[in-house]
């Protein structure tokens, strides 16, 4: 019965590759894609993770846009028994300075499209399937904005695929060298642990039912599950890392959806497809196990760092949603080719859109200026009243610490801060500077944009603050 099973499956599969080989054929310009695939996905990756960092270059800008970047390069800064997890980062920023440190995410970025164009090409997926796969996750935004700073899960990718590259070698030596790149994962936060479990789960199934024996590689795969576990437990108990890294930007629903405005996520097109593709994958040989990484969507409900692996899953949904609508028998073949061409190009007008605002998500080169006169000029144990999302630039560029971040779950700071933010007299706002010990405001754009820091803003005139320095939109107010 298992071996009918398996013959089915493989003559779907076989199918399937038929199909979607009749498709490149009657289609010149997706032959040549295919043919030469590896190098012009390889050159938009540069050229697209390229971009962010020449604009910000042009601006005068940071080179790293993302928050999160900061909050890992001042964490590594000072180890201890409680972050273990920030040894290679702290090794690495004593051997690059700043000014290079975008060397790390371009490195790991272009390392993690080399294995993952070599998995997809050992586990058999077809090239239509790899490459469209590939092509859309490096048009997606969260893997422009990923790929150009660093982060949680830019490592995470690249240990993972390490992991997988080294578990899939026929050499028992490298599988066993599996083993170091898993070590660092579990030590990032619970959820990508939880996500790498799910993964190697699904890894493990699938390469069991190749054979109906329990061969030496299920074994090795099935000691490292227990040791992920094993490290997870010890991360989530013994050193306390948190299920999330963050939050490291405000909470909004459509960051999932990039069209929308969100600080990242995937395309409206994409996710579209990805709805379609999730309801026909059952059809397809093997990839009804990418059910099993539905579960991990649920990491929404909880914060939005679980955009990233949520877009990772709804990508490869989105590829068999494509492909599947292009093995279809199309009457009119001229149609089939301007569908393609819409999808494509509004996943393109997604990722210019995307593009075009990216370089407002970071600090200016006048945050810069001003974040460096802080450190220069006010003593180093100042509390500084900002913006919460300025809290990591903040305390990288000034060695200051603000008064709040958005991973703050103190209730009784939360209370003081909103508390701030309502005054709207004088006599409302100062016994809570001076209670909170708060002798001096960072204003950036950010914060005189939002209208959240009106009343603060507007009271600013009273005569007990005054701006000791200003920089085009930033500037620093002292209270007296």
């Known amino acids: 019965m298992k071996k009918q099973q398996l013959s089915q499956k493989q003559t779907a599969s076989k199918t399937d590759k038929i199909d979607l080989e009749i498709f490149a054929k009657n ?82 970025g272009l390392a993690c499209f080399l294995l ?55 050499k028992k030596y490298r599988q066993y060298l599996a083993i170091i790149p898993l070590i660092f994962i579990p030590f990032l936060n619970t959820y990508l642990s939880l996500t790498f479990l799910t993964i190697i789960l699904i890894y493990t199934i699938s390469e069991h039912q190749k054979s109906t024996k329990l061969t030496s590689k299920t074994i090795i795969n099935i000691f490292f599950i227990l040791f992920a576990i094993l490290l997870i437990l010890i991360n989530s108990s013994l050193l306390r890392q948190p299920f999330f890294s963050g939050p490291f930007y405000s909470h909004a629903a459509s960051n999932l959806i990039s069209d929308l405005g969100g600080y990242y996520g995937i395309s ?19 990839y009804y196990l990418a059910y099993f990484t539905l579960p991990l969507l649920i990491g929404l409900y909880f914060g939005n760092e679980a955009v990233f692996i949520v877009s990772l899953i709804l990508t490869f949904f989105a590829t068999v949603g494509f492909l599947n609508i292009f093995e279809a028998k199309w009457e009119n073949s001229t149609l089939k080719q301007f569908t ?15 593009l075009n605002r990216i370089n407002d998500f970071g600090p200016t080169n006048n945050d810069y200026n001003t974040l460096v006169w802080i450190k220069e000029n006010i003593l180093s144990d100042t509390i500084i009243l900002s913006a919460p999302e300025n809290y990591d630039s903040l305390a990288y ?19 003081q801060f909103a508390k701030i933010l309502e005054a709207k007299y004088t006599h409302e706002l100062f016994p ?35 701006m000791v320095h200003s920089s085009q939109d930033t500037e620093i107010w002292v209270f007296k």
């Open 27 to 108: 289609n010149s310009y997706i032959q040549y894609l295919l043919k030469n695939q590896k190098n012009i996905l390889l050159a938009l990756l540069f050229i697209l993770i390229l971009i962010p960092i020449v604009i910000s270059n042009s601006s005068g800008n940071p080179f790293l846009i993302k928050s999160e970047s900061y909050y890992h390069l001042t964490n590594s800064q000072e180890l201890n028994f409680f972050n273990p997890n920030y040894l290679l980062l702290n090794l690495i920023q004593k051997i690059i300075p700043y000014k290079t440190m975008i060397i790390l995410p371009l490195f790991l």
């Open 116 to 170: 993952l164009q070599h998995l997809l090409k050992k586990f058999n997926f077809s090239e239509q399937f790899s490459f469209f796969f590939t092509l859309f996750l490096i048009i997606s935004p969260i893997i422009i904005l990923e790929f150009s700073n660093i982060t949680f899960n830019l490592f995470f990718l690249f240990f993972s695929l390490l992991t997988f590259y080294l578990l899939s070698s026929e």
């Open 268 to 286: 409206i097109f994409l996710f579209l497809l990805a709805i379609f593709g999730i309801t026909i994958s059952w059809k397809k040989s093997n």
């Open 340 to 354: 393609l061409l819409i999808i494509i190009l509004g996943l393109s007008f997604s990722t210019l859109s995307y």
């Open 397 to 415: 560029f000034s060695q200051h610490h603000g008064y709040i971040s958005l991973r703050d779950t103190n209730s009784y700071k939360n209370e």
């Open 432 to 466: 809570l500077l001076e209670k909170n010990n708060i002798d001096f405001i960072y204003i950036n754009k950010k914060v005189s944009l939002d209208q959240k820091y009106q009343y603060l803003l507007f009271l600013l005139k009273n005569e007990r603050f005054k």
